[in-house]
């Protein structure tokens, strides 16, 4: 198996670290399979709350906290990335959704992912792909071994 280590790499600026984190490096190269991509450089970067309302202010122009912002930067079938999640607002979420935070967690990873790999979420029809996408990502999750 070859190495992806360097390739994908997670930043804790906050008191979270996941738990499974050599699970999710092995899920997302099978997305990225499943996908025809392959990974060139994609980095999650775990945040407090005031550093993703910094950052939703300063790059997209918008007053409000989210769960997760992502950056592009990839070319052709290589996927390149900064991802920014704000764990603390992925748990909120997932007590509002009545979702465990392990699935909501999941959720956004594979939520960012899938913006790399150029689907969109601006329509109701964009929406509901990136939804089915992201549940079918978390149903493919649980099969991997912690």
Not at 92 to 101: I, M, P, Q
Request: hydrophobic share 35%; net charge negative.
């Amino acid at each position: 198996m070859r190495s992806f280590a360097s390739m994908i790499e997670f930043i804790y600026n906050t008191n979270y670290t996941l738990r499974y984190e050599k699970k999710v490096l092995e899920w997302l190269i099978f997305l990225a399979d499943n996908e025809g991509v392959s990974i060139k450089n994609l980095q999650y970067n775990y945040v407090s709350k005031k550093e993703m309302l910094r950052i939703n202010k300063k790059f997209l122009d918008h007053n409000f906290l989210t769960d997760v912002i992502t950056f592009d930067y990839s070319e052709n079938d290589q996927l390149s990335g900064e991802v920014f999640i704000c764990q603390d607002q992925v748990e909120s979420n997932a007590r509002e959704y009545g979702e465990t935070a392990d699935n909501e967690t999941v959720r956004v990873i594979s939520h960012a992912f899938f913006h790399l790999c150029g689907y969109n979420d601006r329509t109701p029809d964009q929406k509901l792909t990136m939804r089915l996408k992201e549940d079918e990502a978390i149903a493919a999750f649980h099969t991997f071994p912690k």
